[in-house]
Nanobody
Framework: QVQLVESGGGSVQAGGSLRLSCAGY????????LGWFRQAPGKEREGVVV???????SSTDSVKGRFTISKDNPKNTLYLQMNNLKPEDTAVYYC??????????????????????WGQGTQVTVSS
Protein backbone atom coordinates (compact mmCIF):
# COMPACT_ATOMS: atom_id res chain seq x y z
CA GLN A 1 0.00 0.00 0.00
CA VAL A 2 1.41 3.36 -1.03
CA GLN A 3 1.45 6.19 1.46
CA LEU A 4 2.85 9.69 1.14
CA VAL A 5 3.18 11.29 4.55
CA GLU A 6 3.70 15.03 4.72
CA SER A 7 5.08 17.21 7.48
CA GLY A 8 6.44 20.69 7.96
CA GLY A 9 3.48 22.99 7.47
CA GLY A 10 2.70 25.82 9.84
CA SER A 11 2.16 29.54 10.25
CA VAL A 12 4.74 32.16 9.37
CA GLN A 13 4.87 35.85 8.70
CA ALA A 14 5.40 37.19 5.22
CA GLY A 15 9.03 36.91 4.21
CA GLY A 16 9.55 33.79 6.29
CA SER A 17 10.49 30.27 5.24
CA LEU A 18 9.16 26.76 5.65
CA ARG A 19 10.30 23.37 4.43
CA LEU A 20 7.76 20.71 3.66
CA SER A 21 8.66 17.02 3.67
CA CYS A 22 6.93 14.10 2.06
CA ALA A 23 8.06 10.59 3.00
CA GLY A 24 7.16 7.73 0.71
CA TYR A 25 6.07 4.33 2.03
CA UNK A 26 5.60 1.49 -0.39
CA UNK A 27 6.77 3.84 -3.11
CA UNK A 28 10.29 4.43 -4.43
CA UNK A 29 10.81 8.05 -5.37
CA UNK A 30 14.01 7.45 -7.36
CA UNK A 31 12.57 6.90 -10.80
CA UNK A 32 9.17 8.49 -10.68
CA UNK A 33 7.38 11.76 -11.32
CA LEU A 34 6.96 13.87 -8.19
CA GLY A 35 5.48 17.22 -7.38
CA TRP A 36 3.78 19.62 -5.03
CA PHE A 37 0.32 21.07 -5.44
CA ARG A 38 -1.67 23.48 -3.32
CA GLN A 39 -5.27 24.40 -2.77
CA ALA A 40 -6.46 27.65 -1.26
CA PRO A 41 -9.98 28.03 0.15
CA GLY A 42 -12.53 28.35 -2.62
CA LYS A 43 -9.97 27.65 -5.34
CA GLU A 44 -9.02 24.69 -7.45
CA ARG A 45 -5.95 22.64 -6.69
CA GLU A 46 -3.01 24.06 -8.62
CA GLY A 47 0.39 22.68 -9.52
CA VAL A 48 3.30 24.36 -7.77
CA VAL A 49 6.33 22.43 -8.99
CA VAL A 50 7.08 19.13 -10.70
CA UNK A 51 10.31 17.12 -10.61
CA UNK A 52 11.21 14.33 -12.98
CA UNK A 53 13.70 11.51 -12.43
CA UNK A 54 16.40 13.36 -14.40
CA UNK A 55 16.19 16.36 -12.09
CA UNK A 56 14.28 18.61 -14.45
CA UNK A 57 11.69 20.84 -12.87
CA SER A 58 8.79 22.99 -13.87
CA SER A 59 7.21 25.49 -11.52
CA THR A 60 4.38 27.93 -11.63
CA ASP A 61 5.44 31.52 -12.25
CA SER A 62 4.32 32.82 -8.87
CA VAL A 63 6.86 30.70 -6.98
CA LYS A 64 9.87 30.89 -9.28
CA GLY A 65 12.94 32.07 -7.43
CA ARG A 66 11.30 31.37 -4.06
CA PHE A 67 10.38 27.67 -3.92
CA THR A 68 12.75 24.76 -4.53
CA ILE A 69 11.85 21.11 -4.91
CA SER A 70 14.36 18.42 -4.02
CA LYS A 71 14.52 14.81 -2.97
CA ASP A 72 16.69 12.56 -0.85
CA ASN A 73 16.66 9.12 -2.42
CA PRO A 74 18.20 7.21 0.53
CA LYS A 75 15.58 8.74 2.81
CA ASN A 76 12.90 8.27 0.16
CA THR A 77 11.70 11.78 0.91
CA LEU A 78 10.60 14.72 -1.22
CA TYR A 79 11.03 18.29 -0.02
CA LEU A 80 9.71 21.73 -0.83
CA GLN A 81 11.78 24.62 0.46
CA MET A 82 9.69 27.77 0.51
CA ASN A 83 11.41 31.11 1.00
CA ASN A 84 10.14 34.68 1.02
CA LEU A 85 6.63 33.45 1.66
CA LYS A 86 3.71 35.70 0.78
CA PRO A 87 0.12 35.76 2.09
CA GLU A 88 -1.06 34.49 -1.29
CA ASP A 89 0.94 31.30 -0.68
CA THR A 90 -1.54 30.37 2.05
CA ALA A 91 -3.05 27.00 1.14
CA VAL A 92 -3.09 23.31 1.91
CA TYR A 93 -0.05 21.80 0.24
CA TYR A 94 -0.10 18.27 -1.16
CA CYS A 95 2.78 16.16 -2.35
CA UNK A 96 2.04 14.11 -5.43
CA UNK A 97 3.54 11.07 -7.09
CA UNK A 98 2.97 9.49 -10.45
CA UNK A 99 2.40 5.86 -11.28
CA UNK A 100 5.48 3.78 -10.49
CA UNK A 101 7.75 3.15 -13.42
CA UNK A 102 5.91 5.54 -15.72
CA UNK A 103 7.83 8.81 -15.33
CA UNK A 104 6.68 12.33 -16.01
CA UNK A 105 4.94 13.42 -19.19
CA UNK A 106 7.14 15.65 -21.34
CA UNK A 107 6.98 18.59 -21.37
CA UNK A 108 6.49 18.61 -17.62
CA UNK A 109 2.95 19.46 -16.66
CA UNK A 110 1.55 21.18 -13.60
CA UNK A 111 -1.88 19.62 -13.91
CA UNK A 112 -3.21 16.64 -11.97
CA UNK A 113 -3.46 14.31 -14.96
CA UNK A 114 -0.20 12.46 -14.20
CA UNK A 115 -0.80 12.16 -10.44
CA UNK A 116 -1.54 8.71 -9.08
CA UNK A 117 -0.90 9.21 -5.37
CA TRP A 118 -1.50 12.12 -3.01
CA GLY A 119 -0.21 13.04 0.42
CA GLN A 120 -2.69 13.93 3.14
CA GLY A 121 -2.02 17.66 2.84
CA THR A 122 -0.42 20.12 5.21
CA GLN A 123 -1.59 23.64 5.97
CA VAL A 124 0.65 26.60 5.25
CA THR A 125 -0.55 29.97 6.52
CA VAL A 126 1.31 33.19 5.78
CA SER A 127 0.30 36.35 7.59
CA SER A 128 1.05 39.86 6.44
Amino acid sequence: QVQLVESGGGSVQAGGSLRLSCAGYGYAIDWNCLGWFRQAPGKEREGVVVLDSDGRTSSTDSVKGRFTISKDNPKNTLYLQMNNLKPEDTAVYYCAAGAMGVGCPFPLELNVDWVRYWGQGTQVTVSS
